[in-house]
Nanobody, 125 residues
Framework: EVQLVESGGGLVQAGGSLRLSCAAS????????MGWFRQAPGKEREGVSC????????YYADSVKGRFTISKDNAKNTVYLQMNSLKPEDPAVYYC??????????????????WGQGTQVTVSS
């Protein structure tokens, strides 16, 4: 059974930091690119970041570039999202997702094969 389990969400003051984790099981983690998405109430799900399974390249939405860092530990089957300098516009449910091949770009949520249940991030101003 495939599972992606996120953790690390919570309430933080603006300017603060959180580190999200996503533990994967049930598939060959090394073969999949891992992405983080977020969805705020009333908004579409948006791609936040992705890390390639092939070369380890990382990709970020412009809105988080320079503040968020994605990484993965293949030995632990875990992907992380370090979020620094959190802003009032960052609150959302954050989801991790796995994709074997993102043919049209990492931001396209429909391409992802597996999804976690999400973790809530709240930022107080």
């Amino acid at each position: 059974e495939v599972q992606l389990v996120e953790s690390g969400g919570g309430l933080v003051q603006a300017g603060g930091s959180l580190r999200l984790s996503c533990a994967a099981s049930g598939f060959t983690f090394d073969d999949y690119a891992m992405g983080w998405f977020r969805q705020a109430p009333g908004k579409e799900r948006e791609g936040v970041s992705c890390i390639s399974s092939i070369d380890g390249n990382t990709y970020y939405a412009d809105s988080v570039k320079g503040r968020f860092t994605i990484s993965k530990d293949n030995a632990k089957n875990t992907v992380y999202l370090q979020m620094n300098s959190l802003k009032p516009e960052d609150p959302a449910v954050y989801y991790c997702a796995a994709v074997f091949l993102y043919g049209t770009g990492w931001r396209e949520a429909w391409q992802y094969d597996y999804w976690g249940q999400g973790t809530q991030v709240t930022v107080s101003s």
